[in-house]
């Protein structure tokens, strides 16, 4: 009964109360294309694929870089097809971290590096800019990708749609797979990894680099893509992992302390 009511209150929040309301309710009826493309293009067998543009933005988390997020692009299908696009601002947590990049990912990699403060509006930005394909996934280096990577960032960009998948958080302390009990759907947020048309994120001015701290940045793309009229889909993608780490934010600190203590 619980579980009802929980879908119950969710499905009145996101027709009434989601942010996009705030541009009136043509922004559901951008979130009912994007729902019904979705169904559709789940299904859809895609012809040919276009190269995609993989861009990461980083700076200290190069262990969780090479130890998942590189050895899951290179089990992608066709790989062929992607281009890394790398902006570090000067990582020290690993020594020769563009030489480590280039021994596990032996596709196309463009890499830049320059000793700059960190802002993940800043930072992505220039990943962004620094690449070259028609269509772009933005995210972050502690994820773990799915197999199919290439498939979906072609079919969830046709026309004017935008993909922001929801992310599957692991819990500290629980195998680095995905699971029910070993972690938890990023559904409020995470909607900083996303994938689109080039076009469309340089027609919005991409990521507004005047927030200077972590967040806020990935709602305000995400509000800047309704404004401009695209289509939003946002289904749960459990082949993208975010893998757990040390973190101010405080809702992932009590998560921690719970699962130190055996609550999770």
Known sequence: MNKIYRYIKFALWFVFKSPQRKFGYLSLWQDIVGILSYLCFRFFPLIKAKPISVCVGIYNRSELFLTYFLPSLNLVYQSDLIELSVFDCHSDDVQNFENEVKKIWKGNLVFKSENIPFTRSHTFNKAIRQSKNKILFI????????????????????????????????????PNVFATNHGEWMQWGGKGILSCKRKYFEEIGGLDESFKKWGQEDDDLWMKFYKAGNYVIR?????????????????????ADKADKGLL
């Open 139 to 174: 995210c972050d280096a502690d994820f773990s990708l799915p197999t199919d990577l290439v498939i979906k960032c072609n079919k969830y960009t046709l026309g004017k749609l935008v993909w922001f998948p929801i992310v599957f958080y692991l819990y500290k302390n629980k």
């Open 235 to 255: 289904n749960r993608e459990s082949g993208l992992l975010h893998h757990w780490h040390p973190s101010l934010n405080p809702k992932y600190q009590v998560l």
